[in-house]
């Protein structure tokens, strides 16, 4: 079963930077996609960014390019999100997600979930 832990969440001022990490473990398939989405209430789980294991190949949603990369350290299973040039409407709950599929950021194609960690945008 796999398992996700997001971690680095916090309270950001606005233009600042934050670097989000997540730990994977449990996945037995050699290639997945790993997404970065993000949820704040009264608005739909939105994606942010995604990677896929078999080629580095990335993907982000619009409101974010520019300003957010995504990366992974393969030896330890770890995938990373910088923010950069933060500002308050990137306030939310963010989550990874797996899928199996060679995808970008269908959230319909994601099936296995961390539990989320706060972000806060905000003087």
């Known amino acids: 079963q796999v398992q996700l832990v997001e971690s680095g969440g916090g309270l950001v001022e606005p233009g600042g930077s934050l670097t989000l990490s997540c730990q994977v473990s449990g996945m037995t398939y050699p290639y997945y996609t790993i997404g970065w989405f993000r949820h704040t209430p009264g608005k739909d789980r939105e994606g942010v960014a995604s990677?896929?294991?078999?080629?580095?190949?990335?993907y982000y949603g619009d409101s974010v390019k520019g300003r957010f990369s995504i990366s992974r350290d393969a030896a330890k299973d770890m995938v990373y999100l910088q923010m950069n040039s933060v500002k308050p409407e990137d306030t939310g709950v963010y989550y990874c997600?797996?899928?199996?599929?060679?995808?970008?950021?269908?959230?319909?194609?994601?099936?296995?979930w961390g539990q989320g960690t706060q972000v806060t945008v905000s003087s």
């Open positions: 997600a797996t899928t199996i599929m060679y995808g970008d950021l269908r959230l319909s194609e994601y099936d296995s």
């Open positions: 990677i896929n294991t078999s080629d580095e190949s990335t």
